[in-house]
């Protein structure tokens, strides 16, 4: 029997509409345009607006988008998995969330929580579910309303993320095309350097969390900057050789856009040029779950059948992976 592979054969994304620029941020921080865009690369980025907007609006969008460009019907779906860090609430899984709202009734379904890596923890672990046979059609949403735990008065993070997602259709595929290797690290002992402190069992929310700000994102830059610049360039190198790919096989990378410098770090490593690299953090800023999604959603219609694609990420945990795609179709 032909072995089965999962195969990505839809993307969707959804951004909200209003567009916060650096200059907007420069009123409400001590920034520059000139400081944000020549230290990430980042012009604009997306902020969903609207009292109890959570980041399932952005899946539900993402997945009924999905769902309607393929003429899917939403009995099929088996399975959603919805990598998150900015649950619609503490519980249940805004998974179940987007099923019940987008209308998959069959679907069971959890969140999956790898911070920055996370859609591509989900997507590995969905293949793997498709690859045994147990599952024939899954979704993997990423998706993250970042504003939710931002600090607009903290200049090193406010100027860096945005709200945003993506949804992928996945199904069996036996020509050998789809996710062919996934390679996940973690290491937790990088958690002191990115987290949130409260809002979780070992520190519930109280008036004095609130006071002290501690629900908000805490990073330490310059640290999490060394880590995700050598481990993201690594393994996307590494997925590279063990597969026996040279730059001139590789049609895309696509890389998580939490830096332009460090996406720039990961294809000089692997040999890539420019026109190679998937960037869109000019536009969107780091939307944690939701950036690969979305550079999928953008260059869709560039995509070919049989082409090669290396997805690279790194984020909090510290978590970090890379998986080696070929693309299964055309878009028509
Ligand atoms: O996606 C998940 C994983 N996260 C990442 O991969 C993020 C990794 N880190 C980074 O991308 C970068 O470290 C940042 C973009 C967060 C910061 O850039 P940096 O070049 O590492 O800056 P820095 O933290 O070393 O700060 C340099 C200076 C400091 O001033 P002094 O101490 O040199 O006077 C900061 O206070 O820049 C200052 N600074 C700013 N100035 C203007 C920090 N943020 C800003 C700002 N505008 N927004």
Same mark, same amino acid.
């Given at each position: 029997?032909?072995?089965?592979?999962? +195969?990505? /054969?839809?993307?969707?994304?959804? &951004?909200p509409?209003? &567009?916060?620029?650096?200059?907007?941020?420069?009123?409400?921080?001590?920034? /520059?345009?000139?400081? %944000?865009?020549?230290?990430?690369?980042?012009?604009?980025?997306?902020?969903l607006k609207g009292e109890g907007k959570g980041t399932s609006v952005m899946? @539900?969008? *993402?997945?009924?988008?999905?769902?309607?460009?393929?003429?899917?019907?939403?009995?099929?779906?088996?399975?959603?998995?919805?990598?998150?860090?900015?649950?619609d609430?503490?519980?249940? *899984?805004?998974?179940?969330? %987007?099923? #019940?709202?987008?209308?998959?009734?069959?679907?069971?379904?959890?969140?999956?929580? +790898? +911070?920055?890596?996370?859609?591509?923890?989900?997507?590995?672990?969905?293949?793997?579910?498709?690859?045994?046979?147990?599952?024939?059609?899954?979704?993997? &949403?990423?998706?993250?309303k970042?504003?939710?735990?931002?600090?607009?008065?903290?200049?090193?993070?406010?100027?860096?993320?945005? #709200?945003?997602?993506?949804?992928?259709?996945?199904?069996?595929?036996? $020509?050998?095309?789809?996710?062919?290797?996934?390679?996940?690290?973690?290491?937790?002992?990088?958690?002191? $350097?990115?987290?949130?402190?409260?809002?979780?069992?070992?520190?519930?929310?109280?008036?004095? /969390?609130?006071?002290?700000?501690?629900?908000?994102?805490?990073?330490?830059?310059?640290?999490?900057?060394?880590?995700?610049?050598?481990?993201?360039? #690594?393994?996307?190198?590494?997925?590279?050789?063990?597969?026996?790919?040279?730059?001139?096989?590789?049609?895309?990378?696509?890389?998580?856009?939490?830096?332009?410098?460090?996406?720039? *770090?990961?294809? $000089?490593?692997?040999?890539?040029?420019?026109?190679? !690299?998937?960037?869109? @953090?000019?536009?969107?800023?780091?939307?944690?779950?939701?950036?690969?999604?979305?550079?999928?959603?953008?260059?869709?219609?560039?995509?070919?059948?049989? #082409?090669?694609?290396?997805?690279?990420?790194?984020?909090?945990?510290?978590?970090?992976?890379? !998986?080696? @795609?070929?693309? +299964?179709?055309?878009?028509?």
């Open positions: 029997m032909a072995k089965i592979t999962a +195969a990505i /054969t839809a993307v969707h994304g959804y &951004v509409e209003y &567009v916060l620029n650096n200059s907007e941020l420069a009123q409400m921080v001590d920034t /520059t345009d000139e400081w %944000i865009t020549s230290r990430t690369g980042i012009r604009e980025r997306r902020i899946g @539900i969008a *993402a997945v009924q988008g999905l769902l309607k460009k393929t003429n899917t019907n939403p009995d099929s779906i088996e399975l959603l998995i919805c990598a998150t860090t900015t649950p609430m503490q519980f249940p *899984a805004t998974a179940n969330i %987007i099923c #019940d709202m987008a209308g998959l009734k069959h679907a069971w379904g959890y969140d999956l929580q +790898a +911070a920055c890596s996370g859609f591509l923890y989900a997507l590995t672990t969905a293949s793997r579910m498709i690859e045994s046979g147990s599952i024939r059609r899954a979704i993997v &949403v990423g998706a993250d970042m504003s939710s735990i931002i600090d607009y008065t903290d200049r090193s993070t406010c100027v860096i993320f945005g #709200d945003g997602g993506g949804a992928v259709l996945l199904e069996p595929n036996t $020509h050998g095309l789809g996710i062919l290797d996934c390679i996940m690290y973690s290491d937790g002992a990088g958690r002191i $350097h990115l987290h949130q402190k409260a809002g979780g069992s070992a520190m519930p929310a109280s008036k004095e /969390t609130v006071e002290k700000k501690l629900h908000y994102v805490y990073q330490e830059g310059q640290a999490v900057y060394k880590f995700a610049v050598s481990r993201m360039a #690594d393994v996307g190198y590494e997925i590279m050789t063990k597969n026996g790919l040279g730059p001139e096989d590789i049609a895309w990378l696509v890389p998580h856009q939490a830096n332009k410098r460090i996406i720039d *770090a990961t294809a $000089h490593k692997m040999g890539l040029p420019d026109n190679k !690299v998937m960037i869109n @953090i000019q536009k969107y800023g780091n939307t944690t779950n939701g950036t690969i999604p979305l550079c999928l959603w953008e260059w869709e219609k560039q995509l070919h059948k049989g #082409d090669n694609l290396i997805l690279a990420a790194f984020g909090g945990g510290f978590t970090w992976g890379a !998986v080696y @795609i070929k693309w +299964a179709y055309d878009t028509k």
